[in-house]
């Protein structure tokens, strides 16, 4: 269309912008609208169209055809332009879609971009501010990064080939990568570009660009390197790099020098340190400056920088300086240099070593300067400790100068006078073993634990025949001075250490130091009489130490398996012993030529005291002398350190072990010294500094007895001392045999060649104060001289020369093999249990039963030992049969052999008691073995049935004297008689003549004594507590068989003994003889009692009863001196007073019989009621005799009983009678004096149910006595209704007063609730008025009615007293008028007319009126005031009440002005409002005045023809109000009146 046309158009829109919607907005910024400037009919959009005052407008240039032209190009106020950019339709906002299009312009290299460098610059800011806040799409990101439109210095490159100017980042990658002249702060950009992190690549490029190029244009170099490297430190800070990517940059740079150090050099990684250290200018450290900032610090080390040279770089730079010192022409100077960094290489290689845990120093590589300032191999460098000058050889040299005797030590370099061991060879001796050695030891020390090498602590002393031993824990420290003589530096750190010593006091052989000497495989050649036979020897001291040292007699011996710490000898072989001459270690030689390596030197040589010096003083050794009267070794702790390197074990061993092991596992074992042939004191010290400290002893003292058959056993006394506490005495029996190698048998000869065994020894050792309360219980255990940690139940220790595990923790006792074949080794073992030990055995049992009872008893095995020693027990126990030795003690202290024994093996221990006390000579007792260990009895005695009856049989007398308790000793206990005699009985033994039998008296006599036939088992049970009835105490002790023989074992003896027989019929009447069958018959108390008891008996006696013996008067009664028969008992007459209760004393003092309740004696019949009361009419006594008779508590009882047990049933008449007799009841006389007595039946009145006796009887006669209602009562009154008070009759038979007086008014309310619910209406006067005057409760009025009270008001005799009134509702109902009626009203209304009437009755006329003029002058009245209104019947009706009423009207009349108008007032207004007037007639109170005037009248007209005048009073009646001829009419309408407020009231008022 035309361009013109549209643009007058588009003029119009935009005009209107302000009036279209957001909607129409959004249609308008697309329409092409804008001018642009690219010809006539070129329009575009506003909304790509950009706004020329915008941020992007300068990434466009005027020739794209993007900014607004013609009307649209001015701007000012109301221009297009405005209007345009205050809608917000222009591009104003960097967009991605601009970033997109502007990027792609500017990478286009066909169409030229004016401007392009700063529009890439622009576009780039724009682009860092625009991602602060927004992202961008995936095409915009890709635009981005893909397309080189960032311009670096000259060029244009993408993201990834170049950087930006941060200044943290330049010294990183300048080199390598091109930057852009700007520095982006949008995190989002720069992850976009991929600028937040260097890519290791460049990194390390960069750093090889710094160190490659001599002259950087940025800066010096090292100034660059430092940069470099503090810039990646705080890469490192944000984790930018990983620790593997920072070790590989050091390592791409090789041997390059380009670490910066302290002499502003560079030199290479390697040889640079973190720390400071001193090795010259090979090795140096990092710049000082560089390290303050611990990041950097972590950097070089993360790089590659050591915190100090490695092993590697210090054995590289020795050889290099090596090199150095080969080379001829070298300046002196240059030469010191060099030995003097050579020195500090090899300081540093050692110190660095100390503190290496894992050793890893190569000393083949190790190079030390010599005296001619060369380095050479430091094995083959020589100290010259004897200070001669030696020329250096091929062979050996001098160190330097420089290196000083500590320095040599450390180096543990070889000193000169090492060399003397090849010249001197007179007085050297050593052995030297390879790797074998060492495996033999580690053996030994895996096989035997720590334990095991203590236990050969003792041995190798009693190798020495020594009888002292000491031990001691040396921790005193020794300092090592710059003269010290060692035999090798190595050895010199063994005598600094603490250290274990071991001494005794015997000098060991001269002949078996070539046994000690190792061998390989260990032993003794052959010397089979030395305990430690089984090739140990020292070996299991190593679990200690690297090297003993020995001294005894002469010699110093020194032992080193690996050959570590010994010198080596001519040939470079390691030295594994070395036997010195004490005189030749101590005393200083002079030697005048010794050749060394074909040189011969002349020096004063000293030699080795300093190995001595810590056993000066210690125990009596002085390093001065040339003999040791003693032995002494030395075990130096194996430290950490040397553990570390230990060729024998890697295990240390420090004092707190060895304290440990001290106090508990060798303290044991040393109390186990009891097998030793020599040793008699141990004693364990501690040396802390200068002076030791005892710790513990343990000194033995061996004597032989003088019975000890050959010196076969011995005793020893163990004094056992701890510290400061008190000492322990332990004493100990010993028996023990050694064969001869002609007494084994030839089986074994070629098992002891090959163990190298001597003959077998056995010995037994037993505790003999074991039950001391003061010392300490012993474990027995299993020896091998001492003791093995195997624990055995046997009551001894047990020492044998056994064949022994590999670990020496037990005795070889191995399976079967498959033929079913024991191992020769443990053939031998069991050998020695079954036959050797066993005869041992017996042999101490001999002794210990001549010496002592208790000792002889402990040491018997009491049950088959188990585990490896289980052969031994039985094979005692069968040897026992065949013994000759005495190895049983009796009871009476002979010593006799098992053949000649009687042995208590009865099951019965009654049986070996009572044997026990008889004490037989040959009787043992009891057995001191267990009997099922003895597999057969079979030419032994025993304690059997007819042994035990023969016994008795000859220690009659003593038998006697033993059971009989009245004898003067104490006598055996019952159960031991009871037992021996059932057992005598069950074994069929015969007993007649046996002085067994006990009488309850306590005397013994014998099985069928014929001069006591009758003597009877007394079968009696006790009854209560510990008393009991039996025939002794009824017929005599003699009767009867003891207490000690139960009835159990009487009822055995029955049949078969003469003597002893059962209770039975025959018997208990013999017994009773004396008595004749009678009903009664009178006895004394005392035999009362003796009854009793024989009642209890016969009761308790199962064979006899009281109805066998019914006719004998046996039961005593309670009343009187009287005993019945059973017969007599039960015939009814007599009471059982179980049955009674406490009744028995009111019956008994009756006259009735009765019977203690006794057991057995059951009466019948039993109490009843019937029976009573017929044995009450037996007696034939009246009231008066039985209360005297009978106290008042006996007679409560009774009447109880008897109370309780009325039941209704059918009573004949005699019981009713006797039960009307009886004064059972109690009761109550009427009249205000209380009289309370119990009473027959017959004299009572019952009152009603509802009515309390106390509530009325002050009212009631006084001669009557009454009773409240009950059910028994009832029952007894049943027929008799005279006696029996209904309601009426009880309200009749109330004698009430005429006035109640206030002293009165408590009794009265009971009675008048009783009246009130009892009373009909109108009988007798019964309540009182305000007067207290008792009237009928239809003469008063309710107080409660307002009415009432102001009609009444001035009459108290018209209302209920106050006192009375909370019983006003029951009053009411009693008849106390309480409805507003017409009569109410009416009398209301002639009360009020009353009190109106002054003087209205004469008191002349008042006297002479009586009821009936009444009665006729109220008809009259009536009649008058209406005729015919009256029947004459009617009147007749008038009650008493009435009269009164009429009586009281007349006397009000008399009383001049009685009424109040006000009064008058209120009850006008009651009345008048009342539905009740409606039944009065108007006749009736026409002419009495209640009604008070009114001060007007306030009447309806209408009614204003019925009114009176006014009258002149105060209260008028209806006649003085209304007129007369109206009076009907108002009276008749005043239902209708009545409805609202009465208008004739107002009309009439």
Known sequence: QDKDLALLLVGRIINRLGDLSAETLKLVERLPIVDVGLGPTSLRRPIDTVDPNSNIAKLFDDGEGVFPRGLFAPDGHGSYLRL?????????????????????????????????????????????????????????????????????????????QSWDKRRSDLPLCDLILPSVNYVVSSTYLRKVLGWQTLPFDILKRQLLAVVSK???????????????????????????????????????????????????????????????????????????????????????????????????????????ISRQLEQPGLMEQEREVLVSTSINFLRELFERDSLDSHGRLDRSRILVPTTKSLLRPIDSTVFNDVKLAHPDNNNIYLAHPDITWSFANTLCLLRLSDKQFDAEDDFFRDRQQGKDYCARVQEVLEDYPVESAISEWIPIDEDAEATKVGFMIDEMPFERSQTSRFLSPQSAELCQG????????????????????????????????????????????YHFTEMIMMVSGKRVMFLDPSGSYLPRNARGDLRTALLLSLKTCRRSVTVDHIVIESALIAFDFRKYPDHLQPLEGLFEFSHTGENYNGTLFRLPLRTPQQALNSKLSNTPFDTTGLHTHMETTFHDQAKGSLFFTHVEEISVYWRPCKTPLPRWSIRGTRRSPVEAVDGDHLEMSLEISFGEAQPEKQDWLIHFTKKRPSDIPEIFSHLMRIHGLPPPSIGLAMRMNHDDPTTTPTRSQI????????????????????????????????????????????????????????EVYLRMLATLARRD??????????????????????????????????VCRTVTGVVVTPTAAIFATSKSRHVQAVLEALKPPKLVSPVPFEMAMVSSWEGLRTDDAGTVTELLHHHAEAVKKLFCSRASQPYMLKEHLDEVIRYLVEEEQELDGLPLLQLADGDITTFGDVTHPWIFRDATRPLGGSTSVSISTLFGARHVVGPAITDQTCKLLIGKVGNVRNLDVTGIRQLLAPLTPLNEATVTADRKEWLLDLLRFLDSCSTVKLEDIADLPLIPVM??????????????????????????????????????????????????????LKAFRSLELDVGILNQRVSAPECLSLRQWITQ??????????????????????????????????????????LPEEVRLETVRRYLPEATYFADHSFKLGLVLEGRSQQVLSPEDLVNRLELPTVISPDEDHYFQHALTVIISQQRRGVV??????????????????????????????????????????????LVQAGVRTEIDAPSLIQCAIALDEDARPGALDPARAAEIDAPSLIQCAIALDEDARPGALDPARAAEIDAPSLIQCAIALDEDARPGALDPARAAEFWMAFANDNANRDISLDTIARLRFIPYPHERRGVVEFEDFARRLPNGKIASPDELVRVEFEPVVWTQRARFLRTTPDFIFTIM
């Open 84 to 160: 345009l950019h205050n809608h917000g339709l222009l591009l104003d906002q960097l967009s991605p879609e601009v970033v997109i299009e502007r990027i792609e312009r500017i990478v286009d290299p066909d169409t030229p971009l004016p401007g392009k460098d700063a529009k890439a610059n622009a576009l780039l800011k724009l682009l860092d501010k625009y991602c602060e806040t927004m992202t961008l799409p995936k095409n915009a990101v890709s635009a981005v990064t893909v397309h080189p439109w960032l311009l670096a210095g000259n060029t244009y490159c993408s993201s990834s």
């Open 214 to 320: 001599v002259a950087i244009p940025t800066g010096p170099k090292m100034e660059r390197i430092i940069n470099f490297i503090q810039a990646l430190a705080r890469c490192l800070d944000i984790k930018s790099y990983t620790d593997n990517e920072l070790k590989s940059l050091g390592r791409s740079l090789g041997d390059r020098p380009w670490v910066p150090v302290a002499s502003e050099h560079s030199l290479p990684l390697h040889r640079t340190t973190l720390q400071p250290i001193d090795l010259g200018p090979r090795i140096q450290q990092i710049l000082p400056s560089l390290l303050t900032d611990p990041l950097v610090k972590r950097v070089l080390g993360l790089i590659g920088v050591p915190s100090r040279p490695s092993y590697e770089v210090l054995y590289k730079e020795m050889a290099e």
């Open 498 to 541: 603490p250290a274990l010593v071991i001494w005794n006091n015997g000098t060991f052989p001269e002949n078996d130091y070539e046994s000690i000497l190792p061998s390989g495989g260990g032993g003794l050649g052959g010397n089979f009489e030395t305990i430690g036979r089984f090739g140990l020897r020292l070996l299991p001291f």
């Open 783 to 838: 020896f091998a001289t001492l003791p093995l940690p195997v624990e055995i139940t046997l009551p001894v220790h047990v020492h044998a020369t056994w064949i022994l595990t590999k670990d020496r923790r037990t005795i070889r006792f191995d399976a079967r093999d498959a033929e079913g074949q024991w191992p020769m080794d443990t053939q031998y073992n069991i050998y020695l249990m079954k036959d050797l030990i066993p």
């Open 853 to 886: 009872s208790q000792a002889w008893r402990r040491c018997w095995p009491r049950t088959e030992e188990g585990g490896v020693i289980r052969r031994m027990v039985p094979a005692l126990y069968e040897q026992l049969m065949q013994t000759t030795h005495c």
């Open 1119 to 1172: 009343n009187g001196n009287t005993a019945i028969s059973l017969n007599k008992a039960r015939d009814g007459t007599v009471f059982d007073v179980a049955s009674l209760g406490n009744l028995y004393l009111a019956i008994m003092h009756v006259g009735i019989l009765v019977s203690p309740s006794l057991p057995g004696v059951i009466f019948e019949p039993v109490l009843d009621l019937v029976r009573l």
């Open 1205 to 1246: 047990h009325l039941l209704p049933s059918e009573w004949s008449q005699a019981d009713r009678d006797t039960l009307l007799a009886i004064p059972i009841f109690e009761a109550q006389n009427g009249g205000p004096e209380l009289s309370s007595s119990l009473c027959p039946a017959s004299e009572i009145h019952m």
């Open 1325 to 1370: 006067p019964f309540v009182p008025d305000m007067n207290g005057i008792l009237r009928r409760p239809e003469e008063l009025y309710d107080h409660r009615v307002r009415p009432f009270v102001v009609a009444f008001g001035t009459r108290p005799a018209m209302f209920v007293h106050p006192g009375y009134r909370d019983k006003i509702d029951s």
